[in-house]
């Protein structure tokens, strides 16, 4: 450096340290500019799909949100070689969507249904889940419901599939023998929907047309049905009814049926269709 350049710089205020730390400034302020843009690139190439996962749209709000909605506390064992658990877990609504993959309304069922029928038959609040087994009919919802809220497995012989149950389920604790049948209220499953439930489903066998907007006509209306029930009092929707000397079926009725929530699972979505609009 020259003696002139010299006196620039110490007139300036500059000095060689100082030249040091602008070149690491100018450097790094490039590799931060050089990181967002690929930020940037990055976000633009989220899918949809993803944007869901983040949004975690699967369980809207006025069901986190709803009046009667309360964990169900469970004792499980504490390994596969495990004795009973000394202190219970909570188990939730959303929990079952998750792993059931969808909110629908025959899962809010029979989370209302088997809830109020597991605090009858443990009075104390707290469901032994090595202790019941259950009569559901064979249908997607029902059946995850009635495994994952009270521990019966259809390959322990726990789990017994008969569509006669309709709507609701048998449970029995094995310890006692003391049995209760669940129901749905009439009235409480709008007639309107179960209409429309069958006619897409009929065409949909049929193999005729079913319009994007009716498939979306029948989940805000199933997710209206759901909020309602949700926050009505449960013993105002369903019936608990006591069986005397229940014997508790050694096989079930209607082992297999096909897959019945997937049959729409290729339609077109509606082109004013948000995601997230079922929140
Ligand atoms: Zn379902």
């Known amino acids: 450096m020259t003696a002139q350049a010299e006196t620039l710089n110490r007139d300036c205020g500059f000095t060689g340290n100082d030249r040091v730390i602008r070149r690491q400034s100018r450097r790094s302020a490039a590799r931060l500019a050089a990181l967002l843009v690929v930020l940037s690139l990055c976000a633009m190439q989220v899918s949809p799909a993803q944007q869901r996962v983040q949004e975690e749209d699967f369980y809207p709000a006025w069901a986190a949100q709803a009046r009667y909605l309360q964990p169900l506390m469970v004792l499980d064992t504490d390994s596969a070689l495990g004795r009973r658990n000394l202190y219970p877990k909570p188990i939730t609504l959303r929990d079952m969507a998750r792993m059931?993959?969808?909110?629908?309304?025959?899962?809010?069922?029979?989370?209302?249904?088997?809830?109020?029928?597991?605090?009858?038959?443990?009075?104390?609040?707290?469901?032994?889940?090595?202790?019941?087994?259950?009569?559901?009919?064979?249908?997607?919802?029902?059946?995850?419901?009635g495994a994952w809220m009270t521990g019966a497995r259809m390959n322990q012989g726990t789990l017994m599939l008969d569509n006669s149950v309709g709507d609701g389920f048998i449970l029995q604790r094995i310890s006692t023998g003391n049995a209760v049948r669940v129901s749905l209220r009439k009235g409480i499953y709008?007639?309107?929907?179960?209409?429309?439930?069958?006619?897409?489903?009929?065409?949909?066998?049929?193999?005729?047309?079913?319009?994007?907007?009716?498939?979306?006509?029948?989940?805000?209306?199933?997710?209206?049905?759901?909020?309602?029930?949700?926050?009505?009092?449960?013993?105002?929707?369903?019936?608990?009814?006591?069986?005397?000397?229940?014997?508790?079926?050694?096989?079930?009725?209607?082992?297999?049926?096909p897959r019945s929530d997937t049959i729409n699972r290729d339609a077109p979505r509606s082109s004013t269709r948000a995601s997230g609009e079922n929140r």
């Open 100 to 145: 059931h993959g969808h909110l629908c309304d025959g899962l809010v069922t029979a989370w209302v249904e088997l809830g109020s029928t597991l605090r009858l038959m443990f009075p104390d609040g707290v469901v032994d889940r090595t202790d019941v087994r259950v009569v559901s009919k064979n249908a997607p919802c029902w059946a995850d419901a």
């Open 190 to 257: 709008p007639a309107d929907l179960a209409a429309l439930e069958q006619s897409i489903r009929a065409r949909r066998a049929r193999g005729t047309f079913v319009a994007p907007a009716e498939i979306d006509r029948f989940e805000r209306d199933a997710n209206e049905y759901s909020r309602k029930l949700l926050n009505t009092p449960p013993d105002k929707a369903i019936t608990l009814e006591r069986l005397a000397d229940y014997h508790f079926p050694d096989h079930s009725q209607n082992a297999l049926a």
